[in-house]
């Protein structure tokens, strides 16, 4: 990411892109918790990637008589649930739905969060004012809240995952819209762009071209942080049990079924619960260390 | 500061009225107009000939142009009419009144924790950085913004209600009834919705707590030999309890967010219950009333922040 943003504004000076780099990787990797976190994301990418490889049973198939909520042992890991189907089988396919949701919504939201927010940056006046007072307006229901209201309407369009993540979409757009704003103001500010516009380049161009890619270091730390508030906001929707494709399997909705068992199953509700805890922790350790390693701010000082 | 109060006044007037307009028109998006949502769920549908569908759209003022039945309903808002329930056979405005002072209070002494004790950490590891204090709260505030609420709750009830037995694991009980029982129902869920602002007060507080500590006054307080509790307590705190109030409004937020899904863990037959219920029930004039409630509160709150900020720091109104 570094290299493709500082190739774009950095036209000469090739040393100064490596030593940017290996700034970027000491300072990233010196946190060991931030080591921890991108570990867990990348276990994450592959339990989501490879789940029909790593379960070791279907996580659909219900089990014989006899075989619900068994405990864990050598055969089940982690046990099975009520319908007897194997817990930590299930526990793999919920990381591609916690994935998918959080992928989908984030690439959604900015691609309709992150131009606004340029536009009303770059123009100001009138558009800026309705832009960000809409944003504004937006930002006033609790993430949670806006994204079981959108769903309770969308349900009626939509089936199962897809009213969750274009709730959910909907929900962090004035996020980025926010974020973009404020970087667009301090951006076109500075000469270069400036001598593009002397140039005569249209205001797409500038907008899109130069204040985007010099916008982009900030944007990835946000899309880092948001992608924890999505999978967690997620958890909460499928916990109350929102959008929910039975028979797939969603953490929330695994706690919320676990919770049942609370004193008899622990292992139900505590497996899929430190999952999503350690996912949201994980993007957002990485997210701190990436602030930290992409903020010009702080050279010198890291 | 005359001038910034009045301009932020109209600035939130504005965003007042485009949350009424997100509100009304998302739920105009259902499918079928109001009278068919109304009539599909008072079981005599079938028999309802057009004529009396007809009567009941000009009853409820949906024969309007959609602008003026925006209007009504606002209007309506204001007169504290937010329509029928249809679950629940009650007046929206009388079904909330019953259900908010759970979450109020509950939601009020988050609020509080957070906000006292958050502070009070921030200053204690920002004083003592580095020592063994610091080490193990910091991470610790890692934790309670990343923690899902309902995990939370769960953990506290499986530990000091099940297992320990110290405490009710559910239910609500209202502290002129029962006032013992009543604490000790709301121990675990105020802590699950306060452990957010207690970790995001502490971290904000700890970050400029440090950032006052390198400043000229500072040093100056030190060299005139002042004790280190004058110089934390009196030059140190307010300075650095700015930027902490700035929190109170995603505070406010999060824990109303987080109501919906510690209500239901622990029971408690609050306004985010209510909410849950009527989303599943499609009891959505509830919906639309509980949702619009939350947001201008947190409207308010916001407003009543930049305010007190631009009090406090000049910077901010001449900005």
């Given at each position: 990411?570094?290299?493709?943003?500082?190739?774009?504004?950095?036209?000469?000076?090739?040393?100064v892109?490596?030593?940017?780099?290996?700034?970027f990787?000491?300072?990233?990797f010196?946190?060991?918790?931030?080591?921890?976190?991108?570990?867990v994301?990348?276990?994450?990418?592959i339990?989501a990637?490879?789940?029909?490889?790593?379960?070791p049973?279907?996580?659909?198939e219900?089990?014989?008589?006899?075989e619900?909520?068994?405990?864990?042992?050598?055969?089940?890991?982690?046990?099975?649930?009520?319908?007897?189907?194997?817990?930590l089988?299930?526990?793999?396919?919920?990381?591609?739905?916690?994935?998918?949701?959080?992928?989908?919504?984030?690439?959604?939201?900015?691609?309709?969060?992150?131009?606004?927010?340029?536009?009303?940056g770059?123009?100001?006046?009138?558009?800026?004012?309705?832009?960000?007072?809409?944003?504004?307006?937006?930002?006033c229901?609790?993430?949670?809240?806006?994204?079981?209201?959108l769903?309770?309407?969308?349900?009626?369009?939509?089936?199962?995952?897809?009213?969750?993540i274009?709730?959910?979409?909907?929900?962090?757009?004035?996020?980025?819209?926010?974020?973009?704003?404020?970087?667009t103001l301090?951006?076109?500010?500075?000469?270069?762009?400036?001598?593009?516009?002397?140039?005569g380049?249209?205001?797409?161009?500038?907008?899109?071209?130069?204040?985007?890619p010099?916008?982009?270091?900030?944007?990835?730390?946000?899309?880092?942080?948001?992608?924890?508030?999505?999978i967690?906001?997620?958890?909460?929707?499928?916990?109350?049990g929102?959008g929910?494709?039975p028979?797939?399997a969603?953490?929330?909705?695994?706690?919320?079924?676990?919770?049942?068992?609370?004193?008899?199953?622990?292992?139900?509700?505590?497996?899929?619960g430190i999952?999503i805890?350690?996912?949201?922790?994980?993007?957002?350790?990485?997210?701190?260390?990436l602030?930290?390693?992409?903020?010009?701010?702080?050279?010198?000082?890291? | 500061?005359?001038?910034?109060i009045?301009?932020?006044?109209?600035?939130?007037?504005?965003?007042?009225?485009?949350?009424t307009?997100?509100?009304?028109?998302v739920?105009?998006?259902?499918?079928?107009?109001?009278?068919?949502?109304?009539?599909?769920?008072?079981?005599?549908?079938?028999?309802?000939?057009?004529?009396?569908l007809?009567r009941?759209?000009?009853?409820?003022?949906?024969?309007?142009?959609i602008?003026?039945?925006?209007?009504?309903?606002?209007?309506?808002?204001?007169?504290?009419?937010?329509?029928?329930?249809?679950?629940?056979?009650?007046?929206?405005?009388t079904?909330?009144?019953?259900?908010?002072?759970?979450?109020?209070?509950?939601?009020?002494?988050?609020v509080?924790?957070?906000?006292?004790f958050?502070?009070?950490?921030?200053?204690?590891?920002?004083?003592?950085?580095g020592?063994?204090?610091d080490k193990?709260?910091?991470?610790?505030?890692?934790?309670g913004l990343?923690?899902?609420?309902?995990?939370?709750?769960?953990?506290?009830?499986y530990?000091?209600?099940?297992k320990?037995?110290?405490?009710?694991i559910s239910g609500?009980?209202?502290?002129?009834?029962?006032?013992?029982?009543?604490?000790?129902q709301?121990?675990?869920?105020?802590f699950?919705?306060?452990?957010?602002?207690l970790?995001?007060?502490?971290?904000?507080?700890?970050s400029?707590?440090?950032e006052?500590?390198?400043?000229?006054?500072?040093?100056?307080a030190?060299?005139?030999?002042?004790?280190e509790?004058?110089?934390?307590?009196?030059?140190?705190?307010?300075?650095?309890l700015?930027?902490?109030?700035?929190?109170m409004?995603?505070?406010?937020?999060?824990?109303?967010?987080?109501?919906?899904?510690?209500?239901?863990?622990?029971?408690?037959?609050?306004?985010?219950s209510?909410?849950?219920?009527s989303?599943?029930?499609?009891?959505?004039?509830?919906?639309?009333?509980?949702?619009?409630?939350?947001?201008v509160?947190?409207?308010?709150?916001?407003?009543i922040?930049?305010?007190?900020y631009?009090?406090?720091?000049?910077?901010?109104?001449?900005?």
């Amino acid at each position: 990411m570094v290299e493709k943003h500082t190739s774009d504004i950095g036209f000469s000076e090739a040393p100064v892109r490596v030593s940017e780099w290996r700034r970027f990787r000491r300072v990233f990797f010196e946190r060991k918790l931030v080591t921890f976190g991108l570990g867990v994301l990348v276990l994450l990418v592959i339990a989501a990637f490879f789940a029909p490889l790593l379960a070791p049973y279907d996580p659909y198939e219900l089990g014989d008589a006899g075989e619900s909520l068994l405990q864990p042992s050598g055969e089940h890991l982690m046990g099975t649930d009520i319908l007897g189907r194997d817990t930590l089988s299930r526990l793999i396919y919920g990381a591609r739905t916690a994935l998918m949701v959080g992928f989908i919504s984030v690439t959604v939201a900015g691609i309709i969060g992150i131009p606004l927010g340029i536009i009303a940056g770059y123009f100001g006046g009138v558009l800026n004012m309705v832009i960000m007072r809409a944003m504004d307006a937006l930002m006033c229901f609790p993430m949670l809240l806006l994204a079981l209201f959108l769903a309770a309407v969308l349900k009626e369009y939509f089936s199962g995952i897809w009213v969750v993540i274009i709730a959910l979409s909907v929900a962090i757009i004035p996020g980025y819209a926010r974020v973009t704003h404020g970087l667009t103001l301090s951006i076109k500010e500075n000469d270069y762009i400036m001598a593009q516009r002397a140039m005569g380049s249209s205001n797409s161009r500038v907008m899109f071209r130069h204040i985007l890619p010099n916008a982009f270091p900030p944007l990835i730390v946000l899309v880092t942080m948001q992608l924890g508030a999505l999978i967690l906001a997620e958890a909460g929707l499928s916990f109350l049990g929102i959008g929910i494709d039975p028979p797939g399997a969603a953490w929330g909705a695994m706690v919320w079924d676990g919770y049942r068992y609370l004193a008899n199953n622990p292992v139900l509700w505590l497996a899929p619960g430190i999952a999503i805890a350690l996912v949201v922790f994980a993007f957002n350790i990485v997210g701190d260390g990436l602030r930290d390693a992409l903020d010009p701010r702080l050279r010198g000082l890291l | 500061m005359t001038t910034y109060i009045i301009r932020r006044l109209i600035q939130a007037l504005v965003v007042l009225i485009l949350v009424t307009l997100i509100v009304f028109f998302v739920m105009r998006l259902l499918p079928g107009d109001p009278v068919l949502i109304y009539v599909a769920q008072t079981a005599e549908f079938e028999a309802m000939p057009p004529e009396t569908l007809d009567r009941l759209r000009a009853e409820f003022g949906l024969d309007k142009h959609i602008m003026v039945q925006y209007a009504n309903w606002v209007a309506g808002i204001f007169r504290g009419d937010f329509g029928t329930s249809i679950f629940y056979r009650e007046d929206v405005g009388t079904l909330m009144l019953e259900r908010f002072p759970i979450t109020i209070h509950l939601g009020f002494l988050a609020v509080i924790i957070g906000a006292v004790f958050g502070a009070l950490a921030g200053m204690l590891t920002a004083v003592r950085r580095g020592k063994w204090l610091d080490k193990t709260v910091t991470p610790l505030t890692y934790g309670g913004l990343t923690i899902p609420v309902f995990l939370l709750g769960i953990l506290l009830i499986y530990a000091f209600g099940v297992k320990l037995g110290w405490l009710p694991i559910s239910g609500y009980t209202s502290p002129l009834d029962d006032f013992w029982l009543s604490t000790r129902q709301v121990i675990m869920p105020v802590f699950c919705l306060a452990v957010f602002g207690l970790a995001a007060n502490a971290r904000q507080m700890r970050s400029s707590m440090l950032e006052v500590t390198r400043q000229d006054y500072i040093r100056t307080a030190w060299a005139k030999g002042l004790g280190e509790r004058v110089v934390v307590m009196r030059h140190m705190l307010k300075n650095s309890l700015i930027p902490v109030i700035t929190l109170m409004g995603v505070g406010v937020s999060i824990i109303l967010g987080g109501s919906v899904l510690v209500e239901r863990v622990f029971a408690i037959p609050g306004v985010g219950s209510l909410f849950v219920s009527s989303i599943f029930g499609q009891d959505y004039v509830v919906v639309q009333a509980i949702t619009l409630v939350f947001a201008v509160i947190i409207l308010m709150v916001n407003l009543i922040v930049d305010i007190s900020y631009a009090w406090l720091d000049p910077r901010i109104r001449y900005g």
